[in-house]
């Protein structure tokens, strides 16, 4: 069975930092971009960063540029996205989904939210 599982998201005070982890089970993702989206209620999903299969090609959104950091370890089968100097506009429900790496661009996954594959959600809320 192919799941994405996401973990790591909590309640965090506004300059904090959170650890996003993404595994996957039932699939490898050596032959997968990977990208994490967030979705705050009443807006459309968003995409976040993304990260190639190979080659560690990666996009950010102009708003988490500097402070979000994604990264994969293909022999834990787990992707990561490192936040620092949360906001409370960072405030979301965080997905990881996997992307079949010649279906597009690491840029066109995250802009035009395209996946094979999604996780179930973990809720990221900044907050004083």
């Known amino acids: 069975q192919v799941q994405l599982v996401e973990s790591g998201g909590g309640l965090v005070q506004p300059g904090g930092s959170l650890r996003l982890s993404c595994a996957a089970s039932g699939f490898t993702l050596d032959y997968y971009a990977i990208g994490w989206f967030r979705q705050a209620p009443g ?31 293909n022999a834990e089968n787990t992707v990561y996205l490192q936040m620092n100097s949360l906001k409370p506009e960072d405030t979301a429900v965080y997905y990881c989904a996997a992307l079949r790496w010649f279906r597009a661009s690491v840029q066109a996954m995250c802009v035009m939210t395209l996946s094979d594959y999604w996780g179930q959600g973990t809720q990221v809320t900044v907050s004083s």
């Open 43 to 73: 807006k459309e999903r968003e995409g976040v960063s993304c990260i190639s299969s190979i080659a560690g090609r990666t996009y950010y959104t102009d708003s988490v540029k500097g402070r979000f950091t994604i990264s994969r370890d």
